[in-house]
Nanobody
Framework: VQLQAYGGGLVQAGGCLRL?????????????IGWFRQAPGKEREFVAS????????YYEDSVKGRFTIFRDNAKNTVYLQMNSLKPEDTAIYHC??????????????????WGQGTLVTVSS
């Protein structure tokens, strides 16, 4: 069971990126999927999460209105569309799966499966 986040890169402030999260070995259909990020020297923080059927989405305050989380269960993929990026968004972004399918969990310690992250760098 492994998740894989990809789509990171270097972008200028105000730009956009779309991150993708896929899984090998299991289907994401019945899991809440969360995105978390960790900047150098800082703790891991919640970014966004989405319930198993896409019916509930949750965001950290600083990304509301700029980031959108959505999923395509047919493709076994969850996406994080990031617009109006700021230098403070620079971090390694991880996706994770929570067996509780109803979304809203902001505590990374309670997520069950993780994968390697993808680096997002926003230049000023």
């Amino acid at each position: 069971v492994q998740l894989q986040a990809y789509g990171g890169g270097l972008v200028q402030a105000g730009g956009c990126l779309r991150l993708s999260c896929t899984a090998s070995g299991f289907t994401l259909d019945y899991y809440t999927i969360g995105w978390f990020r960790q900047a150098p020297g800082k703790e891991r923080e919640f970014v966004a999460s989405i319930a198993w059927n896409g019916g509930g989405t949750y965001y950290e305050d600083s990304v509301k209105g700029r980031f959108t989380i959505f999923r395509d269960n047919a493709k076994n993929t969850v996406y994080l569309q990031m617009n109006s990026l700021k230098p403070e968004d620079t971090a390694i972004y991880h996706c994770a799966a929570d067996r509780n399918p109803y979304g809203g969990n902001k505590n990374w310690l309670e997520y069950n499966y993780w994968g390697q992250g993808t680096l997002v760098t926003v230049s000023s």
